[in-house]
């Protein structure tokens, strides 16, 4: 069986990289989606990384966490911060926890038999969390 591939910008390029998991449904609170939409950012985008396994700006334990949740059906979680500054990444941990920044949250599985079926993916805010 073929895998879906899906396609998002990220630094201002086309990736093109396979769905590592589904999720059935999607909430966005009003304050991400009042972010997302500050910074010009389609949600969907936002969606598609998380699900592409892109995790965003997370430490390396958090990357090997969610890589194993893919196999084990544990909760996933992305974090994607907003700033105008594009040498974000080169700041300290501290430095960059203090721009505007939102989670991607997928549920654990329910049936550990099949963790890619996953049933909500939450996006939020960090200070929602």
Not at 45 to 70: S, Y
Request: net charge positive; proline share 4%; charged share 25%.
């Amino acid at each position: 069986m073929k895998p879906d591939f899906i396609k998002y910008k990220a630094c201002g390029k086309e990736v093109t990289r396979p769905v590592l998991f589904r999720s059935m449904q999607t909430v966005c609170t009003k304050a991400a989606a009042d972010l997302l939409k500050f910074s010009d950012v389609n949600p969907q985008e936002v969606l598609l990384m998380h699900q592409a396994g892109c995790w965003g700006d997370v430490c390396k334990k958090d990357r090997a966490m969610n890589n194993r949740g893919l196999i084990t059906g544990a909760m996933l979680m992305s974090t994607f911060r907003f700033s105008s500054d594009i040498l974000i990444v080169k700041k300290s941990f501290a430095q960059r926890s203090q721009v505007p920044t939102l989670l991607v949250i997928t549920d654990a599985a329910m049936d550990s038999s099949k963790p890619l079926d996953r049933h909500v993916t939450m996006i939020l805010c960090r200070e929602e969390y």
